[in-house]
């Protein structure tokens, strides 16, 4: 499996952007790079995910990078109900999630 | 509303009982998942049902068993609990009729074993 590198965890100010590093040297021509966050208590929560152009939701941007070897998750205007463990993974079509370790995120207010 | 419900959110079984949780899921989705989750680390995939095929992880232990009757809904059984099996339960669901869905998690169950 395609292995993806997030820093252990990260800390911002409340109403600041966000940006949330994501190294996937080793990934496929066929590997989708999706964002999943898991807030306190709750489920994992499914953010956005990319194959090779910048995407744009409402919850977050994703900016990868031209060789696709990292990827950047870009929360616009941090607020304290964005503090949460943050995942990168790299899927093939619907294939299974398999989690890494992920960045936890704390927010200042 | 709700679309993956998990079943009680708090379960306590005792050492070597088993105990049996459920997942229920309102999106008609044909794929369904469990994961478990210790403190401080990242979800685990036990094994999951494409529609009825049933797909186990290698180092899913024989502990573990599911059982999916129906779209709808899906079981974990734990044979014969140990303290290390104390964990939180996620249930995902996901459909193949569109390439690149997202997974729809519920809140899981956290168990604990005395």
């Known amino acids: 499996d395609a292995k993806t590198t997030q820093p252990n965890s990260m800390e911002s100010n409340e109403e600041e952007p966000v940006h949330l590093p994501c190294n996937h040297s080793?990934?496929?021509?066929?590997?989708?790079i999706h964002w999943y966050r898991q807030l306190p208590s709750q489920g994992p929560e499914y953010v956005i995910h990319g194959l090779t152009s910048n995407v744009n939701n409402r919850m977050a941007s994703l900016a990868i990078a031209e060789d696709r070897k990292s990827s950047t998750l870009i929360l616009h205007r941090a607020t304290l109900r964005d503090a949460a463990v943050y995942y990168c993974?790299?899927?093939?079509?619907?294939?299974?999630?398999?989690f890494g370790k992920g960045t936890r995120l704390h927010i200042l207010p | 509303d709700a679309m993956v419900i998990q079943n009680p959110r708090y379960q306590v079984t005792q050492f070597g009982k088993p105990v049996t949780l459920s997942c229920s899921q309102t999106?008609?989705?044909?794929?369904m998942y469990w994961y478990q989750q210790k403190s401080s680390q990242a979800p685990k995939l036990l094994f999951h049902?494409?529609?009825?095929?049933?797909?186990n992880e290698a180092d899913t232990p024989d502990n573990f068993q599911s059982r999916r009757p129906n779209t709808s809904f899906c079981f974990l059984d734990i044979r014969s609990p140990g303290l290390g099996d104390a964990a939180m339960y996620l249930c995902a669901t996901t459909t193949t009729g569109v390439s690149n869905q997202p997974q729809h998690f519920g809140d899981g169950t956290r168990l604990s074993i005395l």
């Open positions: 080793t990934i496929s021509g066929t590997d989708y």
């Open positions: 999106l008609n989705h044909n794929v």
């Open positions: 993974i790299l899927r093939i079509g619907n294939d299974k999630i398999i």
């Open positions: 049902y494409y529609d009825k095929d049933f797909n």
